[in-house]
T-cell receptor, first 111, second 110 residues
Framework: DAGITQSPRHKVTETGTPVTLRCHQT?????MYWYRQDPGHGLRLIHY???????DKGEVSDGYSVSRSKTEDFLLTLESATSSQTSVYFC??????????FGPGTRLTVL | QKEVEQDPGPLSVPEGAIVSLNCTYS??????FMWYRQYSRKGPELLMY????GNKEDGRFTAQVDKSSKYISLFIRDSQPSDSATYLC??????????FGTGTRLTIIP
């Protein structure tokens, strides 16, 4: 399972509240990614990190921020959650041949 | 036009049949091609990975890449009920971003 855990696994929150999702990896991978998965859109990249304190935007980064202060942890923050951010969020790491391995996901509902 | 196109299905086949799943793409810069399997409420699981045209076989699974036609396929032989899942194709250039198809939902009927 590539040693990836995500927390929380499920969360229900209200519009306008801040939310932070955590991705933790145990194998010292340099690259980490956050995706969201929605019906009809597949997996879309939100942000990624290529090292401690090094991050960049993906396809759907508006309304999201990330931080990586340690190699093993990559945090995704929704500063003010909206109903359009209801989704399943996946963290991934990059393997040695550019393949990506995914965590179990976080199911977020914004009411 | 999306970078990667994949028929969403759903696709239902009887147990033991050969399954063919396909994706087309528009970006000739894609170099690496992957197939993921995703069970309901689980994360995508890497199934096959290839970086060249031709076939790659792993047990009952064969991945096929035709770069001249910008077309990739996944074949499942002797399909089993446990193969019922959503299958996602994905591809990447030498850079970072992985581009996914929307997934094909497959059901194997016992």
């Amino acid at each position: 399972d590539a040693g990836i855990t995500q927390s929380p696994r499920h969360k229900v929150t209200e519009t306008g509240t801040p939310v932070t999702l955590r991705c933790h990896q145990t194998e010292n991978h340099r690259y980490m990614y956050w995706y969201r998965q929605d019906p009809g859109h597949g997996l879309r990249l939100i942000h990624y990190s290529y090292g401690v304190k090094d991050t960049d935007k993906g396809e759907v980064s508006d309304g999201y921020s990330v931080s990586r202060s340690k190699t093993e942890d990559f945090l995704l923050t929704l500063e003010s959650a909206t109903s359009s951010q209801t989704s399943v969020y996946f963290c991934a790491i990059r393997g040695i041949s550019n393949e990506q391995f995914f965590g179990p996901g976080t199911r977020l509902t914004v009411l | 036009q999306k970078e990667v196109e994949q028929d969403p299905g759903p696709l239902s086949v009887p147990e033991g049949a050969i399954v063919s799943l396909n994706c087309t793409y528009s970006n000739s810069a894609f170099q690496y091609f992957m197939w993921y399997r995703q069970y309901s409420r689980k994360g995508p699981e890497l199934l096959m990975y290839t970086y060249s045209s031709g076939n790659k076989e792993d047990g009952r699974f064969t991945a096929q890449v035709d770069k001249s036609s910008k077309y990739i396929s996944l074949f499942i032989r002797d399909s089993q009920p446990s193969d019922s899942a959503t299958y996602l194709c994905a591809m990447i250039t030498g850079a970072n971003n992985l581009f996914f198809g929307t997934g094909t939902r497959l059901t194997i009927i016992p």
